[in-house]
């Protein structure tokens, strides 16, 4: 038999250190399979039992997936916003991007703080006509009369292709949306259109994350009507695991409620609800009392992931 060389040995001890490694080593695939955490911190709203947190009639929670910080909404009042995000030991200067739901002062009254401490967030937000977000039209949308001479034309009777207006917050990173829109893997924003008396035509954006337990919503003020929110994002994956935030009932009758409770519970099969903000108090009631141990407390300061149960 041929004697081995110092190449035959140092093949053989590489391939039993190769081996050891492999016996010892989790596959990358099984690290990605990981199911990842939706958790949810509420920053703002008018209820809950932490003291140390102000109590204020709006709406903002921190929303932490896949890696991802999301700050959906600002709440009424920017002081009040850097207190409770201080309080919970939260650093918004540290976001991947910010959603918000629609243009109602207690909804984005804190954001003027927010860009102070994080001038270039990418902010989504409904596209309008004319919102406060800013908005752009085609120049095509204004009748025009060409036997007018040319000082009392639009721009001289050559107006630009695309007319871009003005945001209330100039220089914010803001990216309108106006369709349902997958802005990250798995996370999309649902886009609708109010239809009720005194909200007529607001826009307003929801977030839906598909987890592998079904979708976390999450909800501003829900002007479009929280059943058609919900029923928007089930077209992205009929498992609703929870909804959370505003259901707009506030002022409802007991009729409409147990309507909404009602389709929430046995028409979209929803588990799990964390109501918040303008719910409404006999809301909250009826939806304890239909969901059971599967009603979420979401007051003021209250962290929970989706797969609370």
Known sequence: MKPKSWVDYFVAALAMVLARRAATTSPPQAARSEPAKAQITILYDAFGKSSSMQKDWGYAALI????????????NNGDIL??????????????????????HGDHMGGLAYLLSVNPK?????????????????????YRKDASLPPEQRYYDGAPPEMMR??????????????KNTEIALGIHL?????????????????????TPEGLVIVVGCSHPGIDKI???????NPRIHFVAGGFHLVVSKDEEIEKIVTALRDTFNVAYVAPGHCTGEPTFTALKKAF??????????????????
Do not use: C
């Open 165 to 178: 207006f003005g945001a209330a917050w100039p220089g914010a990173n803001f990216q309108l949306i106006d």
């Open 82 to 103: 850097a207190q409770n995000a201080k309080a919970k030991g939260i650093d918004l200067s540290k976001l991947d991007f910010v959603v918000m739901s629609h243009r």
């Open 190 to 210: 649902i886009a609708l259109v109010s239809d009720k008396p005194g909200t007529l035509e607001l826009r307003e954006l929801s977030l839906a994350i598909n």
């Open 230 to 236: 919900v029923e928007a994002a089930a077209k992205i």
């Open 292 to 309: 059971g141990d599967h009603y979420l407390y979401a007051g003021l300061g209250t962290s929970f992931a989706h797969d609370a149960h």
């Open 121 to 141: 967030v990418k902010i989504y937000a409904p596209k309008e006509g004319f919102g406060v977000y800013g908005a752009d039209l085609p120049s095509t949308f």
């Open 64 to 75: 932490e997936y896949g890696g991802k910080r999301i700050l959906f909404d600002t709440g």
